[in-house]
């Protein structure tokens, strides 16, 4: 089943993307890279599984940081809010909080503290003591580890503009 932007969610959608930069190589397609990205929080498939109608996993997952890291997602996200509630289509009364949503902030145990272990925030660190045992010996220097896991980066996590999962392998694998 495809489940693609229509052109009306798309021209909607459009003016609230970063403009692009016209030096350069040219751009991807924002349209379909979109696409891929809605895809893959979608169905929650690997980026190298994405269909290739998309084009390149590696350009949207990519462009999934970069529009995460200029707020465009938040941004999508708070604007679309205002306008279901200025249609009168969200019940704020029945809304909810997942816990899935909101960080918890872990207590390291005391015994951890002492040994100097446990320490939160630090993924380098945590692949670093994984990598003696062969596990996450080729972490890319962004703290991904190439099959998955987690890297701080909240795996899974549902807040908006959050990275579903690990980069695609560049080579395809």
Same mark, same amino acid.
């Not at 993307?17 to 169905?43: E, F, K, M, Y």
């Not at 987690?150 to 694998?173: E, I, K, L, V």
């Given at each position: 089943?495809?489940?693609?932007?229509?052109d009306?969610?798309?021209?909607a959608?459009?003016?609230?993307?970063?403009?692009?930069?016209?030096?350069?190589?040219?751009?991807?397609?924002?349209?379909?890279?979109?696409?891929?990205?809605?895809?893959?929080?979608?169905?929650?498939?690997?980026?190298q599984?994405?269909?290739?109608?998309?084009?390149?996993?590696?350009?949207?997952?990519r462009?999934?940081?970069?529009?995460?890291?200029?707020?465009?997602?938040?941004?999508?996200?708070?604007?679309?809010?205002?306008m279901? +509630?200025?249609?009168? #289509?969200l %019940?704020?009364?029945?809304?909810?909080?997942? *816990?899935?949503?909101? $960080? /918890?902030?872990?207590?390291?145990?005391?015994?951890?503290?002492?040994?100097?272990?446990?320490?939160?925030? +630090?993924?380098?660190? #945590?692949? %670093?003591?994984?990598?003696?045992?062969g596990? *996450?010996?080729?972490? $890319? /220097?962004?703290?991904?580890?190439?099959?998955?896991?987690?890297?701080?980066?909240?795996?899974?996590?549902?807040?908006?503009?959050?990275?579903?999962?690990?980069?695609?392998?560049?080579?395809?694998?």
């Open positions: 089943m495809v489940w693609d932007l229509t009306a969610q798309w021209e959608l459009r003016p609230l993307l970063p403009p692009h930069n016209r030096r350069g190589r040219p751009r991807a397609d924002d349209q379909r890279t979109l696409n891929g990205i809605l895809s893959v929080l979608r169905t929650g498939c690997r980026w599984d994405m269909p290739r109608r998309y084009k390149s996993p590696v350009t949207c997952w462009r999934l940081r970069q529009w995460q890291r200029q707020g465009v997602w938040e941004r999508l996200w708070r604007t679309y809010l205002a279901l +509630d200025e249609q009168g #289509r %019940a704020w009364s029945q809304a909810f909080l997942d *816990g899935t949503f909101v $960080p /918890a902030k872990r207590e390291r145990s005391r015994r951890a503290h002492q040994t100097g272990q446990g320490q939160q925030g +630090d993924a380098g660190h #945590r692949w %670093a003591r994984r990598a003696d045992r596990i *996450g010996a080729q972490c $890319p /220097a962004g703290g991904n580890p190439p099959g998955g896991g987690d890297a701080g980066d909240g795996m899974g996590a549902a807040s908006p503009g959050a990275a579903p999962n690990t980069p695609p392998h560049p080579g395809g694998r």
